[in-house]
Nanobody
Framework: VQLQESGPGLVQPSQTLSLTCTVS??????????WSWIRQPPGKGLEWIGY???????YYSPSLKSRASISRDTSNNQFSLQLSSVAPEDTAVYYC??????????WGQGTQVTVSS
């Protein structure tokens, strides 16, 4: 299984950050897999943003729930993150990952997103 993030590396404050994760080697609709977005701000630890389940249901971190939206495109085996009203503190490396039985077993390489005017 391989995951690859894509999207703009620079986003202006107050705009919406949009990233896509393309999955190969496995279907995002396969039972019991959850497809997550995770970020790591500079000098800080990993922060889980949310996931979209194999059923299509999405669940978010309470701290980001009001701004985050995760969707999927099953025809292209992709899932996407939108984070609205971004600010400089949303600057981070953003990762997509697969979760199974409570563990993240496959990760993308990560993509740097900088929020700046």
């Amino acid at each position: 299984v391989q995951l690859q993030e894509s999207g703009p590396g620079l986003v202006q404050p107050s705009q919406t950050l949009s990233l896509t994760c393309t999955v190969s080697g496995g279907s995002i609709t396969s039972n019991y897999y959850y497809w997550s977005w995770i970020r790591q701000p500079p000098g800080k630890g990993l922060e889980w943003i949310g996931y979209i389940a194999y059923t299509g249901s999405a669940y978010y971190s309470p701290s980001l729930k009001s701004r985050a939206s995760i969707s999927r495109d099953t025809s292209n085996n992709q899932f996407s993150l939108q984070l609205s009203s971004v600010a400089p503190e949303d600057t981070a490396v953003y990762y997509c990952a697969r979760q199974f039985a409570g563990a993240f077993d496959y990760w993308g390489q990560g993509t740097q997103v900088t929020v700046s005017s």
